[in-house]
């Protein structure tokens, strides 16, 4: 279990980062990545001789994060709280970031799924569709349509970058 605890720290970071992209709640986020720790945990020796023990975190983090929002007892939140772990820093652009968090929450909880996993994560439609479960004619359409009401609704976002 050595070689679990080194992954484990050093992928914690992304992990933390990417669990607060899909709940928009730093403890929520956290709760959502003791959950997938101790599926990887559980699974590890499969998953590391097959070598892909990020591609199996990040389809188990995804599939839990859906699964939540399906049984809607914990709900997309409609503001953020605290800033997202490790976000914070000299010359980050709070600004920014303000703007994206709330173009972001306008989104579907599948639209940030993908969103985060298309240009967060650069997995490929694929890839993406593969952690969703979905085809990859809907990780299309649904990245379509969560660009376009960012679009819509952060215009500045794009004079920004």
Same mark, same amino acid.
């Given at each position: 279990?050595?070689?679990?605890?080194?992954?484990?720290?050093?992928?914690?970071?992304?992990?933390?980062?990417?669990?607060?992209?899909?709940?928009?709640?730093?403890?929520?986020?956290?709760?959502?990545?003791?959950?997938?720790?101790?599926?990887?945990?559980?699974?590890?020796?499969?998953?590391?001789?097959?070598?892909?023990?990020?591609?199996?975190?990040?389809?188990?983090?995804?599939?839990?994060?859906? !699964?939540?929002? =399906? @049984?809607? #007892?914990?709900?997309? &939140?409609?503001? +953020?709280? $605290?800033?997202?772990?490790?976000?914070?820093?000299?010359?980050?652009?709070?600004?920014?970031?303000?703007?994206?968090?709330?173009?972001?929450?306008?989104?579907?909880?599948?639209?940030?799924?993908?969103?985060?996993?298309?240009?967060?994560?650069?997995?490929?439609?694929?890839?993406?569709?593969?952690?969703?479960?979905?085809?990859?004619?809907?990780?299309?359409?649904?990245?379509? !349509?969560?660009? =376009? @009401?960012? #679009?819509?609704?952060? &215009?500045?976002? +794009?004079? $920004?970058?």
């Amino acid at each position: 279990m050595e070689d679990f605890e080194a992954w484990v720290q050093a992928r914690a970071g992304s992990l933390a980062r990417t669990a607060y992209l899909l709940t928009g709640d730093v403890h929520l986020a956290e709760d959502l990545v003791q959950d997938t720790l101790a599926r990887v945990a559980d699974h590890w020796r499969r998953v590391s001789r097959r070598g892909s023990p990020d591609a199996y975190a990040r389809q188990v983090m995804h599939h839990l994060a859906v !699964d939540r929002w =399906r @049984r809607r #007892r914990v709900r997309p &939140p409609e503001a +953020l709280g $605290a800033a997202p772990p490790e976000l914070t820093g000299h010359g980050y652009d709070v600004e920014r970031r303000v703007v994206l968090r709330d173009a972001l929450l306008r989104l579907t909880p599948r639209q940030r799924a993908t969103v985060s996993l298309r240009f967060y994560e650069d997995l490929t439609e694929v890839e993406t569709a593969a952690v969703l479960g979905c085809s990859v004619s809907t990780v299309k359409s649904t990245t379509r !349509d969560a660009l =376009r @009401r960012l #679009r819509e609704h952060a &215009p500045d976002l +794009l004079e $920004a970058w």
